[in-house]
């Protein structure tokens, strides 16, 4: 630990910005140092913004071109877009580009280290069983072009990058194995069905598969022990510690380290120069599925309130707005016979708040679930009115609250949409949907329309 006094200027690992002068002779050194500097004050900036996706990034399948469940079938698509990472560095794809996850043996070219806080991978992982892995996305640089050279430098041009005209940034993928087996940041409990389910082939195993991956990676069975004890003793092992999901040597400690994803910081897999874009889980027959929204994040600034975090923080909020997101997105894949479907057999979590296309009551329209099989089971209040005005803000607030455990009995809260009932009467081709939420939350009903004039009680 520094000592200074009050007005002692502290400079001990400061930001090296090159001092200009006239008659200074500037080498490449010199230069080299102000473009450290100018990415230096950058990542800061970046750091405060917080790291997740701007914008694109998208993670979807791509047709395979050869037999399925052979290793050269595995690939991905990604969209153009934005990121940033932990360390404050954005991560710029400028086109939609094809990333194949098993890596063929080929010689990497010089890095043209702009980067320096960033490692080559130690290791890399390749999807060659059944598994989940994490598709993450981190700088990288090279050199382009030719430069004229003037002869003042001597001949011997033995350095990377020396003759080149451009040192260019840019970004590379890795792939991490979350290891289920051996992952820290899953109990015991939740390992054993994961484990158990990675066995099973049916469609209903594996969409609840997906739901447990997701919620290991959210830490949801973790945020409950936070609630019961925030003071776990160190012996524990989800006690508190530096997350190194969102710790920087400018943030705060120590935050309690929760989800799937923060033992792959513990122990290396992934680094702060890393950016989650995905899950995808690949069986013998190939990539079964992939999953933004297990890895994926809005920008989310860094922990401020070390223990607390976890409640208090930004983390809390992106991640259940990923959970709404990935439940949505899952939701979405079932295309055959969604009236059949019920939710304690596909999901062991829902979301705090979430949306399903609903049919009539006792009907089976197409695309749509029933609400009398979707909640069999489970503790439901009938559906009430909610205007869609406060949709939004209904669905913001829950991204606070813990989500909803299908088994444990809880109560559910149902809303119907009016302004959606009253097209779907106008229309045939609306689609009728239903908004449930987390009874822990606030009852949102409405009681001022006149039924007598709009009776939706066949509607879901």
Same mark, same amino acid.
């Given at each position: 630990?520094?000592?200074?006094?009050l007005?002692e200027?502290?400079?001990?690992?400061?930001?090296?910005n090159?001092?200009?002068?006239?008659?200074?002779?500037?080498?490449?050194?010199?230069?080299?140092t102000e473009?450290?500097a100018a990415?230096k004050?950058a990542?800061h900036l970046?750091?405060a913004?917080?790291a997740?996706?701007?914008?694109?990034?998208r993670?979807?399948?791509v047709p395979?071109t050869?037999?399925p469940g052979t290793?050269?079938?595995?690939?991905?698509?990604v969209?153009?877009?934005?990121?940033v990472?932990?360390?404050?560095?954005?991560?710029?794809?400028?086109?939609?580009?094809?990333?194949?996850?098993?890596?063929e043996?080929?010689?990497?070219?010089p890095e043209?280290?702009?980067?320096?806080?960033c490692?080559?991978?130690?290791t890399?992982?390749v999807?060659a069983?059944?598994?989940?892995?994490?598709?993450a996305v981190?700088?990288?640089?090279?050199?382009?072009?030719?430069a004229?050279?003037?002869?003042l430098?001597?001949t011997?041009?033995?350095?990377p990058?020396?003759?080149s $005209?451009?040192?260019v940034?840019?970004?590379?993928?890795k *792939? @991490? !194995? =979350?290891?289920?087996? %051996?992952?820290k940041s899953?109990? /015991?409990?939740?390992?054993?069905?994961?484990?158990?389910?990675?066995?099973?082939?049916?469609?209903?195993s594996?969409?609840?598969?997906?739901?447990?991956?997701?919620?290991?990676?959210?830490?949801?069975?973790?945020?409950?022990?936070?609630a019961a004890?925030p003071?776990?003793?160190?012996?524990?092992?989800f006690?508190?510690?530096?997350?190194?999901?969102?710790?920087?040597?400018e $943030?705060?400690g120590?935050t309690?380290?929760?989800?799937? *994803? @923060? !033992? =792959?910081?513990?122990? %290396?897999a992934l680094?702060?120069? /890393?950016l989650?874009?995905?899950l995808?889980?690949?069986?013998k027959?190939?990539?079964?599925?992939?999953?933004?929204?297990?890895?994926?994040?809005r920008l989310?600034?860094?922990?401020?309130?070390?223990r607390?975090?976890?409640r208090?923080?930004?983390?809390?909020?992106?991640?259940?707005?990923?959970?709404f997101q990935?439940?949505?997105?899952?939701?979405?894949?079932?295309?055959?016979a969604?009236?059949?479907?019920?939710?304690?057999?596909?999901?062991?979590? =829902?979301?705090?708040a %979430?949306i399903?296309p609903a049919?009539?009551?006792?009907?089976?329209?197409a695309?749509?679930?029933r609400?009398?099989?979707?909640?069999a089971?489970?503790?439901?209040?009938?559906?009430v009115?909610?205007d869609?005005?406060?949709?939004a803000?209904?669905?913001?607030?829950?991204f606070t609250?813990?989500?909803?455990?299908?088994?444990?009995?809880?109560?559910?809260?149902?809303?119907r949409?009016?302004?959606?009932?009253?097209?779907?009467?106008a229309?045939?081709s609306v689609?009728?949907?239903?908004v449930?939420?987390?009874?822990?939350?606030p009852?949102a009903?409405?009681?001022r329309?006149?039924?007598?004039?709009?009776?939706?009680?066949?509607?879901?």
């Amino acid at each position: 630990m520094s000592r200074f006094e009050l007005l002692e200027p502290f400079l001990e690992d400061g930001i090296l910005n090159t001092n200009f002068f006239n008659g200074r002779l500037l080498s490449a050194e010199d230069l080299r140092t102000e473009q450290q500097a100018a990415l230096k004050r950058a990542s800061h900036l970046g750091a405060a913004v917080g790291a997740g996706v701007v914008r694109g990034l998208r993670v979807g399948r791509v047709p395979a071109t050869s037999p399925p469940g052979t290793l050269t079938s595995a690939a991905v698509k990604v969209s153009k877009g934005l990121g940033v990472n932990a360390a404050g560095q954005t991560l710029w794809l400028p086109s939609d580009s094809e990333v194949k996850l098993v890596r063929e043996r080929v010689t990497a070219p010089p890095e043209a280290g702009l980067f320096t806080i960033c490692q080559p991978p130690r290791t890399q992982t390749v999807a060659a069983g059944a598994g989940a892995y994490v598709l993450a996305v981190r700088p990288a640089s090279g050199f382009a072009g030719q430069a004229p050279l003037s002869g003042l430098g001597g001949t011997g041009l033995s350095s990377p990058g020396c003759g080149s $005209r451009y040192a260019v940034g840019g970004v590379q993928f890795k *792939l @991490a !194995d =979350l290891s289920i087996a %051996g992952n820290k940041s899953i109990d /015991d409990a939740a390992r054993a069905r994961i484990i158990a389910l990675m066995s099973a082939e049916d469609a209903a195993s594996l969409s609840r598969l997906r739901n447990e991956l997701a919620h290991a990676c959210f830490g949801t069975q973790r945020l409950q022990t936070l609630a019961a004890n925030p003071y776990a003793e160190d012996d524990d092992p989800f006690s508190d510690t530096d997350d190194p999901q969102t710790a920087t040597d400018e $943030r705060p400690g120590p935050t309690p380290a929760y989800g799937a *994803l @923060a !033992d =792959l910081y513990q122990s %290396g897999a992934l680094d702060a120069c /890393d950016l989650p874009l995905a899950l995808v889980y690949w069986s013998k027959n190939g990539i079964e599925f992939i999953d933004e929204w297990s890895a994926r994040r809005r920008l989310t600034r860094g922990a401020a309130f070390e223990r607390w975090s976890p409640r208090a923080d930004d983390r809390r909020e992106a991640e259940g707005g990923a959970a709404f997101q990935q439940f949505q997105d899952q939701i979405e894949t079932f295309t055959d016979a969604p009236h059949t479907v019920e939710a304690r057999e596909h999901f062991r979590y =829902l979301p705090a708040a %979430g949306i399903i296309p609903a049919a009539a009551v006792g009907a089976a329209a197409a695309g749509a679930f029933r609400r009398e099989v979707f909640f069999a089971g489970m503790t439901c209040r009938e559906p009430v009115h909610l205007d869609g005005a406060r949709l939004a803000a209904l669905l913001r607030h829950s991204f606070t609250f813990d989500p909803v455990d299908a088994a444990s009995g809880e109560m559910i809260y149902l809303y119907r949409v009016v302004q959606n009932a009253r097209a779907a009467d106008a229309k045939a081709s609306v689609r009728r949907y239903l908004v449930f939420t987390t009874g822990h939350m606030p009852w949102a009903g409405e009681a001022r329309f006149d039924l007598a004039r709009w009776d939706y009680s066949n509607y879901v």
